[in-house]
């Protein structure tokens, strides 16, 4: 009976937690390819537009598949058929927003160059340009307002609260990540990394002294 009400609850969750899993790792990859340098200004990847280059173009059609697979649709009974559409449009666009407020704060938090200490106006060029309130840009805000507003609604509309509870989650589990960030210490020294058995010598953006690198183990 317990395993059952897991398996129940987590069924249920599982949408959310995927996404914050997801958005957690790409954040994780970033750092990993970008090291201290944001907004891939570091990266052979050209510009494309509105700023973005096409990393980032790549980036976000990645977000928007993987969202996709995990909000088939919308399950509640609707008066008009097409409400339900509508629905699950609604409940997309929202866990998109979720994934990628948690994944611009993950990569401050996971970066050993930042730190959430660092997540301000003055040490991020590439958010440097936009408005901040309370900490944060002003688009998360946005992004939990209109949480909060979708929340309502859907409440009303269904007598569900697939918003308000995912967006609990995802706040406590951001709100959780950056208080672990606080305690932290982190080393803003940038240092070359170890690709000593990883085809190091056939590197042109490292100078390795190796003579004859391997497949990593």
């Known amino acids: 009976m317990f395993l059952d009400r897991l398996w129940f609850f987590l069924n249920r969750l599982w949408p959310i937690l995927y ?7 790409f954040a994780w990859l970033e750092v990993e390819m970008e090291g201290k340098h944001g907004w891939a200004v570091n990266l052979p990847t050209s510009c494309a537009f509105g700023g973005w280059t096409w990393y980032h173009i790549a980036m976000n059609l990645i977000v928007l598949l993987s969202v996709g ?3 088939r649709g919308y399950d509640s009974i609707f008066k008009n058929n097409w409400e339900k559409y509508v629905a699950a449009v609604l409940l997309y666009v929202f866990r998109v927003a979720v994934w990628f407020c948690v994944e611009d704060i993950m990569w401050f938090v ?6 959430i200490r660092k997540y301000t106006k003055h040490d991020i060029f590439w958010h440097a340009d936009k408005t901040w309130i309370l900490g944060t840009i002003l688009l998360n805000w946005f992004v939990l307002i209109g949480a909060i ?8 509309a269904t007598n569900k609260f697939t918003v308000f509870v995912e967006t609990g989650i995802a706040t406590l589990f951001l709100v959780v990540s950056c208080l672990i960030s606080l305690s932290l210490t982190y080393d803003s020294v940038e240092t070359v990394p170890d690709k000593s058995v990883c085809f190091g010598s056939e590197s042109t953006a490292f100078n390795y002294t190796t003579d004859s690198c391997n497949i990593c183990a």
Do not use: M, P, S
Not at 110 to 115: C, F, L, V
């Open 149 to 156: 507003i979708l929340g309502f609604v859907e409440k009303i």
């Open 110 to 115: 996971i970066n050993k160059h930042y730190g």
């Open 69 to 71: 697979a995990v909000t």
């Open 19 to 25: 996404i914050l899993a997801h958005a957690t790792i």
